[in-house]
């Protein structure tokens, strides 16, 4: 734990030196004075309403295992984003699960695998993202950068393959998926594999999702429309700043920025977020000095409101800050 927490905070530290280095601060000043601030008003009505999404993706992939009310995914949503925004190695994602299966007598290894299944479709909608950029738009992108997209666009396809056909498999067939894990698991004591096996039957019961079709499309077009909503608020805060990116220009930048919060990174995704923004930025003939502004009034943008919204449900669910930092750290390594 210590190790992972301690990477990302070198690796945010490296990407944000990289992208101070050579920038004119001057420029820079300049370009974060002509911003209208007031932009955070509409894009903390545009933070609810995605989360308001989200907790009604999350409820129609509860709905085979569990009939949970929109208003605590919502506020297990709430927290568990804030808590990564301040909490290193995304331990809001494990406070998710805890909040949710506090509040509505569920595992917090079930809840966990229903969070898994849905980072599932949110990777597939930002590979679909990727192959229609790289295949069908005319952006006019270096034929060495559209054929390094095109080859992590593969590697994360067959990574995402593969990952899919093992929670199928232990959906399906549990047997043979806990004889693949018993034998990976060789080296450990008899009880630390039963401890596995039972937290995987646990884990078991909320992929009950991946056995319905029609199901798993429907939250693939909740997956999609979250995706597109995404790009809609780069749309508005690209356009406070006087700048005009085509479709195709949007869902690269998403693409973008997804692989930048993949990687290890301190809370909050800070430098991680930023150069993975300028990069896409300055690929579509942004300045280096105009994408680093966006990408910090993108970065506080995103950051202000979750919090906020966040430490108002932690409030209300009689939780505090410790409390969750505790939470996370307790269930990071079972999910139980």
């Known amino acids: 734990m210590i190790r992972k927490i301690g990477f990302g905070l070198l690796l945010s530290a490296v990407f944000t030196v990289l992208l101070l280095r050579n920038v004119s601060w001057a420029d820079l000043r300049e370009s974060l004075?002509?911003?209208?601030?007031?932009?955070?008003?509409?894009?903390?009505?545009l933070t609810l309403l995605n989360t308001l999404l989200r907790s009604w993706r999350w409820l129609?992939?509860?709905?085979?295992?569990?009939?949970?009310?929109?208003?605590?995914?919502?506020?297990?949503?709430?927290?568990?984003?804030?808590?990564?925004?301040?909490?290193?190695?995304?331990?809001?994602?494990?406070?998710?699960?805890?909040?949710?299966?506090?509040?509505?007598?569920?595992?917090?290894?079930?809840?966990?695998?229903?969070?898994?299944?849905?980072?599932?479709?949110d990777g597939f909608s930002v590979l679909c993202m990727l192959v229609a950029v790289t295949l069908f738009s005319a952006l006019p992108l270096p034929e060495d950068i559209r054929r390094l997209l095109r080859w992590g666009g593969w590697l994360s396809f067959l990574l995402y393959i593969v990952l899919l056909s093992f929670l199928v498999l232990l959906r399906q067939k549990p047997e043979p998926a806990h004889a693949v894990i018993g034998k990976l698991l060789f080296w450990v004591s008899p009880r630390l594999r039963h401890r596995v096996r039972d937290l995987l039957e646990s884990f078991s019961m909320g992929l009950r999702v991946l056995g319905s079709p029609g199901h798993s499309l429907g939250v693939g077009l909740f997956s999609a429309i979250l995706w597109v909503f995404y790009g809609f608020i780069n749309y508005v805060i690209l356009a406070f700043f006087g700048l005009q990116v085509p479709v195709a220009g949007l869902f690269l930048l998403i693409v973008f920025q997804a692989f930048g919060v993949m990687l290890p990174s301190s809370p909050g995704f800070v430098g991680t977020y930023h150069a993975a923004t300028v990069a896409g930025l300055t690929l579509l003939g942004i300045s280096k000095t105009l994408a680093l502004s966006v990408s910090i009034v993108m970065h506080a943008m995103l950051v202000l409101p979750t919090v906020v919204i966040g430490l108002f449900f932690l409030w209300w669910e009689n939780l505090s800050l410790a409390e969750v930092g505790k939470i996370g750290k307790e269930t990071e390594p079972s999910a139980g």
């Not at 004075?33 to 009505?45: M, Q």
């Open 60 to 121: 129609y992939l509860l709905a085979p295992v569990k009939t949970v009310g929109v208003v605590r995914l919502f506020s297990a949503n709430s927290i568990g984003f804030m808590a990564n925004m301040i909490f290193p190695a995304r331990l809001g994602e494990f406070v998710r699960a805890y909040v949710l299966g506090r509040n509505s007598r569920l595992s917090a290894s079930t809840a966990f695998a229903t969070i898994v299944v849905e980072r599932l479709y």
């Open 33 to 45: 004075s002509r911003v209208n601030y007031w932009i955070i008003v509409p894009l903390t009505a």
